[in-house]
């Protein structure tokens, strides 16, 4: 969780047209200041998960998921099979800036999870900031954050 507080307090310093726009965005949301917020006011910052989205996919919490076996028959993946009982990593941080799922890959654009989910293909995208597998949260996938 640390780690990516700082990357998002690092992608705020360094982009500072994203640091405006959401800083507007809060300020619409919270018109009292956020002495009177409430958590249906900061749901609607939707921008806000758009940022966390695009800073997890930039730098995720595991840049390597844990390892994992191979089921008994062996795993085919593309044109490689992997023989069964086989210990293998996802190299997360790697997937998540692969050219062949992401437009522009190694560019910082909340709004790939946003206004520009279908032009830039977020939605057929790995993205695995938490890994999959018997790791995650309640044995359920996190996948790609609502729009």
């Known amino acids: 969780m640390s780690t990516t507080l700082c990357e998002c307090l690092y992608h705020l310093a360094k982009y500072p047209a994203e640091q405006d726009k959401l800083h507007v ?10 002495d009177s917020w409430t958590f249906e006011q900061a749901r609607s910052v939707t921008y806000l998960d758009h940022f966390i989205a695009e800073t997890l996919r930039i730098k995720p ?24 009982n086989v210990n293998v990593l996802v190299p997360t941080a790697q997937l998540h800036r692969d050219p062949r799922y992401w437009s522009l890959p190694n560019d910082f654009i909340p709004e790939r999870w946003g206004d520009r989910r279908v032009e830039m293909g977020t939605e057929q995208s790995p993205y695995l900031p938490f890994i ?10 996190l996948l790609i954050p609502p729009s």
């Open 25 to 34: 965005l809060v300020d619409a949301a919270f018109p009292d200041g956020t």
């Open 61 to 84: 919490a595991l840049m390597l998921a844990g390892p994992r076996e191979t089921p008994p028959e062996g795993l085919q993946i593309d044109e490689v099979h992997i023989p069964g």
């Open 132 to 141: 999959l597998g018997a790791y995650t949260i309640n044995h359920r996938p």
